[in-house]
């Protein structure tokens, strides 16, 4: 349960964020510290404290404080997608959500994200929708996944979307992935 002053400490915390006062507001579960530990994870996302943060946010960025905040006002869904560099597995259907979001930030702050986890198999169904994207930006990072990720399977999916694809460079993604899943399956029956 909040102590009365939680919102003073959430405004300590902010002015002078530590390990554990993040971890300590994380404990909580209340989502006003959300977007004052998502600032610190932002702000430390390298160096020894960076796991803390990123912990902390993990914590409080459940499916629920996630589906409110993304549906929230421009801040609020921009705080949401900058929650989604956590790499937490739950969180993967707002990252496919962030990457239809009618702000061009939200969608960059999703592909970064999605970038971040490109070899992650929890993104395994979303790269395969991501490579029927409508931003070629996001087809390439789909087609990074799944060279790395993907199957002999996949290869339908991937074949489709370089027939389709008019953008050079995922053209070239595309293609690299359909040869690298080919090359892995080879490899296996020889």
Request: with cysteine; glycine share 4%; hydrophobic share 45%.
């Amino acid at each position: 349960m909040s102590t009365p002053d939680f919102a003073s400490r959430v405004q300590a915390f902010a002015d002078n964020p530590s390990p554990a006062a993040a971890k300590a507001l994380a404990a909580e579960h209340d989502d006003r510290a959300f977007a004052a530990l998502v600032d610190a994870m932002n702000d430390f996302m390298e160096g020894p404290d960076a796991v803390a943060y990123r912990e902390a946010v993990r914590t409080v960025a459940t499916p629920a404080v996630l589906a409110k905040w993304m549906s929230g006002d421009l801040d609020a869904r921009r705080t949401a997608a900058h929650a989604l560099s956590a790499r937490f597995p739950d969180h993967v259907p707002f990252i496919a959500q962030g990457l239809r979001d009618p702000d061009d930030q939200v969608r960059a702050i999703c592909r970064r994200s999605l970038r971040s986890w490109s070899s992650s198999p929890v993104l395994h169904d979303l790269f395969l929708e991501a490579v029927r994207h409508d931003d070629p930006r996001v087809r390439l990072l789909a087609a990074e996944g799944l060279g790395k990720l993907g199957g002999p399977a996949d290869l339908p999916a991937l074949q489709a979307a370089l027939d389709a694809e008019q953008d050079d460079r995922t053209r070239d993604r595309l293609a690299w992935a359909v040869e690298r899943i080919e090359d892995q399956a080879a490899d296996e029956q020889g």
